[in-house]
């Protein structure tokens, strides 16, 4: 890729306030250089509105929007997770690839520039293993390259069903048997050539699908092989009820006993947590991964974010169940369901709300040189345009508050992913339908599943 | 007006399913005959996607709309409230109107066809009043008809700091001085022919605001012109507090004792309610108007919304402060926010979530006729595309949810109001660039106010 420099009207280039006329420089896949007070030039590709670091979706499960507006009925967290399963139960590796490069160019669309894919679909029904076992991770590989996202595919170990009961049904499909063979197999992605870039990283499902000891095994092979570690935590009381039952202690505990937390360990959710638990992943440095939309519309809960922030821990954001796929409406959600909780405003700054949804989101899932705008930072770039009359009234001194608050992804013009220009003008350039694709495969998974 | 016939792809006629191929017949200002599974004819007008009712805003206050992105730091609801004081102080009758005209704007252009605008904004500094004290009123008057909107003017009555402490600064704009002068400048409202098709209402601001006795006074007013009564009712525990302190009694026990709960009545946010507030609101057959991105904003809490329409209270909905314009985000809040605070998920249907949002709605500012797509209704007609990517996957059996649960502001192409065609392609007819109408007068009330 050639050499190209964007002129922006604002950017945001860090503290708390947007920078007018910034000129950003482009050499192939980074960020050369960041001019601020730069006049246009010509030849410069111009960025109307206000110009922000690529956002991360640091928890995803593709193939979850597939019940976007399906599951609206009476019910409960469980219920929703057997609708879950009937899609789960008829994807194979093509109708994945589909599904996942549909999902992720949404997310694109949105302004996510990387996905961190929480991946435990490994094998065919009965636990089968496909020709390739990796055949179902590599069609995230191939989804993530033709959406023109980065992702870090974030390779799932799952073995029970509940403490000490094994797998049964579609689960038979998330597992390995155990962590060795678990390992082998993410061994042998992780020692090819990765596709189009991507990266791996290492997951326990959770503590009531994995057992402590095995978990902690998860964590030293991520450790070992520098990738990041995940885990979903207390999402769920019943889930925190199980593991208690089971090994005498809540789930956040039995991770640090097992020596799985830590800077590079992210716990997915943490909405169920005491005092204590808040502590202890603060004080371990162990990112939070919320999700607030999925929280809300499962009903989980609201998690103790600021009290999380507090105590030490960094705070990343994922659409996880893609009720929503919009980056601010999931950042404004930290903060805005924190005052339903607290009855108290402003706890979390525009501006963190921002690294949330950014820099933190992307150390999250292995890229800490992104989520930035900076010399050296892979060249990732959002635009939001200010036109809309959602944003009528912005003012120079509040455009990040502005942004932050009241956009939402029908608001995002451009995104340039890894020096790459992904969308203009709202369009995927990738992808000429995005919505009739994703339209499409849904259709064909949800006739194969037998509701359609 | 002619007669003109609108073929929808799918319309919402009540129940829990859209319906495929209806014909709309518009005479007038109204419905004339709702026909379903019909073949477009020449001559009709296509209205893609799936059309709705028109939505109400039960509740509103324009002026607001000047604070969304400029008041995100700390602090709680009376700190919010010290700002939007300011921005009161600087509003004159050209300015309110100017203002008002294109926050209407932006709510048909989400597919509001009417609102409630719970005016207290009465009088000049000081508490002067205007040449004619009906001035700022005929102002909003003026900005609806402009805007294409419904508008009924619930006129409020605002006597007091806090219970017997007398209006100061900006407050004594708020203020009549008693019911008596309250009522008599309002009947020279409801006397004259009501300008561009508005109706009036009549509201106490709050119990802390309005004695209890003087509250009832005004419900018995509104009782005998025969129109709305509305009330901001425990929105904030601080309020809760001060009634009982000066009262013995909490707003709801001292409404009801003074008569003024009711079919007619809608009280405002009820969000700090014991069990026996909310039975005591529902067994009168009280409307609650619901705010719920507002109450999120806010930091007021999680209404009891579920509680109250077991117990008999219909549920009305409201942007209140505009925080956000956004009739899906606003009706879908109902149940999201439930599901935060129960753990449980379909309480409130897609329809139910509608309903209040559209039917409910218009009963609670005295248009009981509106709201529905039936012959004799008012031919308000919302359509809502359906090729967003957000919608994309929207299924026939399940329209509804997708569209309460997934579509936005963004995706409304077309709003006719009262037989008349306001907005077409997402664009307002009416106003060539609402948002830059929007963010013009912004600028010009936030440099009155001396923020700029």
Known sequence: MAVRRYHCDFAYL????????????????????????????????????????GFANAHSHAFHRVLRGRVERPGDFWSWRDEMYAVAAVLDPDLYRRLARAVYAEMVLAGYCAVGEFHYLHHAAGGRRYADPNEMGLALFDAARDAGIRLTLVDTCYLERAPGEPAEGVQERFSDGDVATWASRVEALTGSPPRGGARVGAAAHSLRAVPPSAAGEVAAWAGAHHVPFHVHVSEQPGENDAVVAAYDAPPVALLAAGG??????????????????????????????????????????????????EEGSPIALGTDSHAVVDPFEEARALELDERLASGLRGRFSAAALLNAATAAGHRAIGWPEAGRLESG???????????????????????????????????????????RH???????????????DLGRVIDDVVRAAGNG
Chains 1, 2 share one sequence.
């Open 14 to 53: 860090g503290g708390n306030e947007a920078v007018a006329d910034v000129a950003i420089t482009v050499d192939g896949e980074s960020i050369s250089a960041v001019e601020r007070g730069v006049v246009p030039a010509s030849g410069d590709a111009r960025l109307a509105g206000l110009t922000l670091p």
């Open 260 to 309: 799985a937390l830590g800077p590079a360990t992210t716990a997915v959710h943490a909405t169920h947590l005491g005092p204590e638990g808040a502590r202890t992943l603060g004080a371990s440095g162990t990112t939070v991964c919320m999700c607030p939309t999925t929280e809300r519309a499962l009903a989980d809960g609201i998690g103790p974010a600021y009290t999380l922030a």
């Open 377 to 419: 930072a892979p060249a990732d770039l959002v635009t939001v345009a200010l036109s809309s009359v959602r944003l009528a009234g912005a003012a120079r001194g509040t455009l990040l508050e502005h942004v932050v608050f009241a956009a939402g992804a029908p608001d995002v013009t451009d995104v340039v992913v890894s020096g």
């Open 422 to 436: 992904v969308v203009a003008e709202g369009r995927h350039l990738l992808i000429e339908d995005v919505a009739s």
